[in-house]
């Protein structure tokens, strides 16, 4: 399947996506974690998204669509993919439909993940991410078996630099000004679908694999 996870920072994209992917073996393509990724390797790209992301602002689009194009070109794509945290611009979204136009791709759903503001802060004020893998935790609702340390791989967990309570709310901000009008330009595909993203992490997990069940029996 190709899908799109969208909504707001906090929203459960990057755990949600973690699991979906695990489970049905898609690619997980999260454009936060490859900038990230950047960032601590010290390349260009990641010295020249370092501002606008510590801002809780957008990297600007044309390093965005630069980065994508390359991670299209990978093989795994053809299993399937979740995209997570793009697009997130108009530009953005009118670049995927070209890409996809042109490899003969259409996408399955954009799965919305709503979640009100409040919930939104708290989740992301005490959020841990494992340096090594990305994983994230949380200190009161999701958190590792040993403090400080990731399940998985036993990376160090850390508090991203953008989770500060003030970056939060612009990033909150920026999401509604400039993401949130994609709903608009996916529902006119006929594509949008909402989760509700309160619950604990295995509810809302399971509605989405609802969603997605019920979307391979109509095939
Ligand atoms: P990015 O890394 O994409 O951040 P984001 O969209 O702000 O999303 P988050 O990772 O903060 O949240 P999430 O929805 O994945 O939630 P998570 O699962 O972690 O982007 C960072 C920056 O990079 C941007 O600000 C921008 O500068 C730049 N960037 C990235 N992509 C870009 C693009 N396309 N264009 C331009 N710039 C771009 O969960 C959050 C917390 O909640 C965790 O602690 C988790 O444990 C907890 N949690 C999860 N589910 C639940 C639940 N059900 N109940 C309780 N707690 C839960």
Known sequence: MRLIFMGPPGAGKGTQAGRITAEYNYLHLSTGDILRAHRKKGTELGQQAQ?????????????????VAA??????IENGFILDGFPRTVAQADALDEVLKETGKTLDFVLVMDVPDEELVARLTARRTCRTCG???????????????????????????????????????????????LIEHYTKQGLVRHIDGVGSVDEVFSRIRKVLESHSHTD
Do not use: W
Not at 71 to 76: H, I, K, N, S, V
Not at 145 to 174: F, H, M, S
């Open 51 to 67: 501002s606008y992301m510590a801002a809780g602002e957008l990297v600007p689009d044309d390093l965005i669509l630069k980065m």
């Open 71 to 76: 991670e299209f070109e990978r093989p795994e």
């Open 135 to 181: 994983r994230s935790y949380h200190l009161t609702f999701n958190p590792p078996k040993t403090p400080g340390v990731c399940d998985v791989d036993g990376g160090e967990l850390y508090q991203r630099d953008d989770d500060k309570e003030t970056t939060v709310r612009n990033r909150l901000a920026v999401y509604m000004r400039q993401t949130q009008p």
